[in-house]
């Protein structure tokens, strides 16, 4: 079963940046993406890639602000996050699946890492 390891979570001020990574181990999958879900609420979609990176979606909360990126040699996605702001304290989530059509939707994705957790410390 192919897992997937997220790393990358801490606590960082209003402002600064954070990398997430994601390795799924043995294999690459078509498409990646990052869901979020804060205390009290419900997962929601961040940003997706398809295969290659020819396909990028991005919540319109981090558009502009957060950038996902991926390394196929690796079997790595990245979530590159700039101008953190308080609202985007929440547990990150990689989530993969096999089909190379983007979608927002978590039930739509059948891997998930454990989660990492990003938190501003202002």
């Known amino acids: 079963q192919v897992q997937l390891v997220e790393s990358g979570g801490g606590s960082v001020q209003a402002g600064g940046s954070l990398r997430l990574s994601c390795t799924s181990s043995?294999?690459?999958?078509?498409?990646y993406a990052w869901f979020r879900q804060a205390p009290g609420k419900e997962r929601e979609f961040v940003a997706t890639?398809?295969?290659?990176?020819?396909?990028?979606l991005y919540a319109d909360s981090v558009k502009d602000r957060f950038t996902i990126s991926r390394d196929n040699a690796k079997n790595t996605v990245y979530l590159q996050m700039n101008s953190l702001k308080p609202e985007d304290t929440a547990v990150y989530y990689c989530a993969a699946k096999w089909n190379p059509f983007a979608t927002t939707k978590p039930g739509d994705f059948g891997s998930w890492g454990q989660g990492t957790q990003v938190t501003d410390s202002s």
């Open positions: 043995g294999r690459t999958f078509s498409t």
């Open positions: 890639s398809t295969w290659g990176g020819g396909n990028t």
